[in-house]
């Protein structure tokens, strides 16, 4: 909620000025409480008495928000480590702490008009994780309920714009996927390709799923992306054009699987295309934390092994995207 200085209207101003009041009272008390029952740390002192001294003032100023901001920060994590230590990350926030904190959180970037200054890296990267949390791990609502033409396809669709991009800048003979699970994407793919007038889609997967869409351009593989046989039945496929090859890697999210697909699967993207590796932000970058070696894992483990690959970052445009650090261009 923006202060009382930012809002031109007197009811407004005055409405804002109640609420910082209230929030940062509640919040003084609320702490204040838990003083009786052990000795606060040296953060959470701080975070209250700078809450108590805008609380006496009736209101939380620009100048009280950014420096409230990285305080509320430490104290979170002072927060987060015990709920976790307590094996009770869902309990990570309380529920008094949730006003003042949007607050503090809304001092970070105050976005004015274009063009303004961008705000340092580190608040730009608080941002994204922020939303890029709420976004993944609010899954029913976000990427598991996002459909193409009735068909299921689990992407954010700010990377699926990226991903048009690519293909127009490219216009490939040849798009191998791996992961087809319910046949969404590679019918995203096969109709952007349509628009082009060019290309055909491989897709490859271990599970036979029914009710797949079929299109003229797309051709379903079911085995292992790093089986063999089908690496060869995907080199049969590939274009005698000389056009480019670009892949896509959404199959087994583990590291060792994924750095097996990176160095067969790799050989086939032509000078100057791309292969993207997917989902490179479970495992903490930033969600799932706790998922083990994946994706970015094999990334790292892959361009340490080869110099013919580089992060394009100029694709992570939007600032938030499923796959940091994946969208890697074969430069030689």
């Known amino acids: 909620?923006?202060?009382?200085?930012?809002?031109?209207?007197?009811?407004?101003?005055?409405?804002?000025?109640?609420?910082?009041a209230a929030s940062t009272g509640r919040v003084t008390t609320l702490?204040?409480?838990?003083?009786?029952?052990?000795?606060?740390s040296p953060v959470e002192e701080t975070v209250v008495d700078e809450l108590a001294k805008a609380a006496r003032k009736g209101q939380l100023s620009p100048a009280d928000r950014a420096k409230l901001a990285p305080l509320v920060a430490a104290y979170?994590?002072?927060i987060a480590a015990a709920a976790t230590a307590e094996g009770e990350e869902h309990r990570a926030v309380p529920e008094d702490l949730v006003e003042p904190i949007a607050q503090a959180f809304t001092a970070l970037y105050q976005?004015?008009?274009?063009?303004?200054?961008?705000p340092p890296a580190p608040i730009v990267q608080a941002i994204a994780d922020q939303y890029h949390r709420l976004y993944y791990h609010r899954?029913?609502?976000?990427?598991?309920?996002?459909?193409?033409?009735?068909?299921?396809?689990?992407?954010?669709?700010?990377?699926?714009?990226?991903?048009?991009e690519i293909l127009?800048?490219?216009?490939?003979?040849?798009?191998?996927?791996?992961?087809?699970?319910?046949?969404?994407s590679a019918l995203w793919f096969a109709d952007q390709l349509d628009l082009i007038g060019h290309g055909r889609v491989v897709t490859v997967d271990i599970d036979d799923l029914q009710g797949r869409p079929e299109h003229d351009r797309i051709t379903y593989l079911l085995g292992s992306s790093t089986d063999p046989g089908i690496v060869d039945r995907v080199r049969e496929l590939m274009p005698d054009d000389g056009g480019h090859v670009l892949v896509v890697l959404d199959s087994d999210h583990?590291?060792?699987?994924?750095?097996?697909?990176?160095?067969?699967?790799?050989?086939?993207v032509?000078?100057?295309?791309?292969?993207?590796?997917?989902?490179?932000?479970?495992?903490?970058?930033?969600?799932?934390?706790?998922?083990?070696?994946?994706?970015?894992?094999?990334?790292?483990?892959?361009?340490a092994e080869t110099d013919r690959f580089e992060p394009d970052e100029s694709r992570e445009k939007y600032y938030v995207t499923q796959n940091p650090r994946g969208y890697l261009r074969r430069v030689r």
């Open 76 to 78: 979170l994590h002072e």
């Open 254 to 268: 583990s590291r060792d699987h994924v750095l097996g697909e990176l160095r067969v699967l790799s050989e086939l």
């Open 31 to 40: 702490v204040r409480r838990g003083r009786r029952r052990g000795r606060p």
């Open 168 to 184: 127009w800048d490219l216009k490939p003979s040849l798009v191998v996927e791996t992961g087809t699970r319910y046949g969404g």
């Open 111 to 118: 976005p004015v008009k274009d063009p303004s200054p961008e």
């Open 270 to 303: 032509t000078t100057g295309s791309y292969v993207i590796v997917e989902d490179t932000d479970i495992n903490g970058h930033p969600v799932l934390p706790k998922f083990g070696p994946g994706p970015m894992e094999a990334v790292d483990a892959f361009l």
């Open 139 to 164: 899954a029913p609502r976000t990427w598991r309920n996002t459909f193409y033409r009735g068909n299921r396809i689990l992407k954010l669709p700010l990377d699926m714009w990226v991903y048009g």
């Open 1 to 20: 909620m923006p202060s009382a200085s930012w809002v031109p209207d007197p009811l407004r101003r005055e409405a804002a000025r109640r609420w910082d």
